[in-house]
């Protein structure tokens, strides 16, 4: 299977999913640290909170990275 040129620099976006927004909200401001972000409610209906995350990554292993580190966040079910 072929894979994908990527550009870097680049815009990524991230949809996080967990049950307390305050919680989420808190582990993603500690990830990302000093790096820009745009942090969006994506979804209010059910029983899971729906963020959307967007950044600016330079490099492949700074998107998978990012995307391990949310995943890995206890107030985090799911990240697409």
Known sequence: MEKNDITY????????IGLNKDDMTRDIKIIMASRKYALEDANKKGK??????????SSEDERNGTFAA???????TMVL
Do not use: M, N, Q, T
Not at 9 to 16: D, G, L, T
Not at 48 to 57: D, G, K, Q
């Open 9 to 16: 620099p680049r815009s990524w976006s991230y949809r996080v």
């Open 48 to 57: 899971y909170i729906s963020l959307h995350l967007e950044l600016i990554v």
């Open 70 to 76: 949310l995943k890995g966040c206890d107030s985090v």
